[in-house]
């Protein structure tokens, strides 16, 4: 997760509903997900002033790669996001809730080189909503996405080993630990060991219960 440009977790726990995705062609513009109160769209330049407010505080910002230190930063951050997406590399979508579209957050779908055969995700969301519902909410929306839309196979996750909540936040939707990289992720001039997690879509589609 650190790798990405941003990391991690987590209204009331909601059951997550895992609706059917329809197909469409991301590239051009991801398609609005939705369960119970959380809502995943298309990053706009509008939210580049939440995104800042809420991601660059010391907890949240503690375990994942430097945000950008600026509103302006955010908002080519955001102009970057919609490039990759273009050139089929990288998803991204805001969290947002029903009836207040301010982007509290960000799910990172990024592929590693395979054709998306194999893939990394990420997330960030303001630690106001921590231990609230929405993490779990959006990443179940964002693995439906990944593997029955994008096509992914193998999504993996890395998570600093002293980043317990991250990891529990992993394992709470299905992922599997596989190992520590050792020093393989740099913060503040300190090398840091990571922990690899990842799903199989197999896995994924044969065991996660279907909540009507």
Not at 36 to 58: C, I, K, N, W
Not at 137 to 160: D, H, K, Q, S
Not at 162 to 171: E, F, K, S, T
């Amino acid at each position: 997760m650190e790798k990405m440009p941003y990391r991690d977790v987590a209204l009331q726990v909601m059951p997550v509903v895992r609706e059917r995705i329809i197909s469409s062609d991301w590239k051009t513009g991801l398609p609005v997900l939705a369960s119970g109160s959380v809502v995943l769209r298309d990053l706009r330049p509008s939210d580049a002033p939440s995104l800042f407010a809420l991601l660059t505080t010391e907890e949240v910002a503690r375990f994942i790669s430097p945000p950008p230190t600026t509103v302006e930063g955010f908002e080519r951050f955001i102009s970057w996001t919609h490039s990759e997406r273009q050139a089929g590399k990288y998803a991204c979508f805001a969290v947002t809730l029903k009836g207040y579209d301010t982007a509290i957050g960000i799910f990172q779908v990024r592929d590693l080189g395979a054709g998306f055969d194999t893939a990394e995700w990420g997330f960030a969301i303001g630690s106001q909503f921590w231990g609230t519902g929405v993490f779990e909410a959006g990443a179940n929306l964002v693995l439906e996405f990944a593997f029955n839309t994008i096509g992914v196979r193998r999504l993996e996750a890395r998570a600093a080993v002293r980043n317990g909540r991250g990891h529990g936040a992993l394992r709470k939707v299905g992922a599997v630990q596989e190992g520590v990289l050792r020093q393989s992720f740099e913060k503040k001039g300190q090398y840091l060991d990571q922990v690899l997690f990842a799903i199989l879509a197999k896995d994924w589609r044969g065991d996660r219960p279907r909540v009507h």
